[in-house]
Structures are given as structure tokens and as C-alpha cells.
Antibody, heavy 122, light 110 residues
């Protein structure tokens, strides 16, 4: 059974930093791309970033480019999201999500973790 | 403002058929597969439809997806009370080089 468990969320002041982690199990982690998707309070889903299997191609949404960095440690089956220069608008539940296929543009976001809440406030 | 346009709400009575629309453009729906996600309150989204019209194992055949040009639809037949949820359409956008989502449609079973 695929399991994705996020951690690292919390309250941070504007301009601060936070690192999210996602522990994966139940599949061959290195073979799959992984992504982060966030959902602001009472809002819809917003894709944040993706990284290919074994650390391949990374992409970011315009709203986080230059501030967030996605990475992975395949030896630990763990995905990360380093978030710097945080803003109030980054407040959201952050979901760790598996990418179903090799090519992003023909892949689903097929398994989702339960999410971790990040609150940016003074 | 989302790249994909969905109605904010939809409703139906038990047993009815309901459709939810999703409108995009040539850089996303017009040239890519469409995906649909179901989200219950205080829960993570779940993949409902992939590659426009395919159902993951375990998803009832009451749920179906389709696409025509730059628009897509999710149809739910034999509506049940436990279908009440938010439904999101999504696809890859070549111009943005990322996945895009609609704002979600809240389905109410009357």
C-alpha cells in the first residue's frame, strides 16, 4: 500500500524558512517523480513543484520559483521542500503527491499524503 | 484566477445524473489528458479519473470522464448522498510547464 506521510509544518513568521519532509513507503520511491501541491484555507488546489525520479528534472510554479527548493533522498525514501522568504500567501496545507508516470505532461498525481499545515503569520 | 474554469457548485437528487464541466485552452485541455480529483471535507484529494476517461481500480463506473476540444466533463450517474464532495479538474499546461487545477465544484446531493 502506497503511503505518504508529511511532516515539518507549523507556524512561521513572514520572511522565515521551513523545511517540509515526506516519508514514502509501499512503492519503489526512486522510480517515481514526486510533487508538492498546496491548498490555502477554504481555497482550491495549487500545484507547487515536481522532481523527477532519482532527482531528475525539477519544475516550480511561478508563485514559488526562486523561494522554494524541492529535493529528494532516495536512500531514505524521503521528499523535501525547502521554503524560504515565506509570505502570508504561502499559508496552506501542503500535500506530498506521487507522479504516476515518467513524462509529467501525461501523468496523474495519483497518490496523496494527508498534508501538513504551514501558517505564515506574525 | 484559475487557468481551468469550473462551476462553483452543482447539485442533484439521489439517482440522478450530474455533470461538472471544466473549460481550458489549447495549451492544456486541448492537447493534454484531463484528470479529476474528489475531495471530502478535511481529507486529502483522491484521483477519480485519469487520462481523461479512465477510472483507477476501486472507482465505481458511475463516474465517467470525457473531453471535447478545450473542455472536459465529469459525469456522475446514480447519484448517492456519499458523493457529496468537492471535485477538481486538472491537467498539464505547456505554457506554464506545470499542472493546473480548476477552482473546484462543490457537489450537493439534495
Amino acid at each position: 500500500e502506497v503511503q505518504l506521510l508529511e511532516s515539518g509544518g507549523g507556524l512561521v513568521q513572514p520572511g522565515g524558512s521551513l523545511r517540509l519532509s515526506c516519508a514514502a513507503s509501499g512503492f519503489t520511491f526512486s522510480s517515481f517523480g514526486m510533487s508538492w501541491v498546496r491548498q490555502g484555507p477554504g481555497k482550491g488546489l495549487e500545484w507547487v513543484s515536481v522532481i523527477g525520479g532519482s532527482g531528475g528534472d525539477t519544475k516550480y510554479s511561478d508563485s514559488v520559483k526562486g523561494r522554494f527548493t524541492i529535493s529528494r533522498d532516495d536512500s531514505k525514501n524521503t521528499l523535501y521542500l525547502q521554503m524560504n522568504s515565506l509570505r502570508a500567501g504561502d499559508t496552506a496545507v501542503y500535500y506530498c503527491v506521487r507522479v504516476s508516470g515518467y513524462y509529467y505532461d501525461s501523468s496523474a498525481l495519483d497518490y496523496w499524503g494527508q498534508g501538513t499545515l504551514v501558517t505564515v503569520s506574525s | 484566477q484559475s487557468v481551468l474554469t469550473q462551476p462553483p457548485s452543482a447539485s442533484g437528487t439521489p439517482g440522478q445524473r450530474v455533470t461538472i464541466s471544466c473549460s481550458g485552452s489549447s495549451s492544456n485541455i486541448g492537447s493534454k489528458y484531463v484528470y479529476w480529483y474528489q475531495q471530502f471535507p478535511r481529507a486529502a484529494p483522491k484521483l477519480l479519473i485519469y487520462r481523461t476517461d479512465q477510472r483507477p481500480s476501486g472507482v465505481p463506473d458511475r463516474f465517467s470522464g470525457s473531453k471535447s476540444g478545450t473542455s472536459a466533463s465529469l459525469a456522475i450517474s446514480g447519484l448517492r448522498s456519499d458523493d457529496e464532495a468537492d471535485y477538481y479538474c486538472s491537467t498539464w499546461d505547456d505554457s506554464l510547464s506545470g499542472w493546473v487545477f480548476g477552482r473546484g465544484t462543490k457537489l450537493t446531493v439534495l
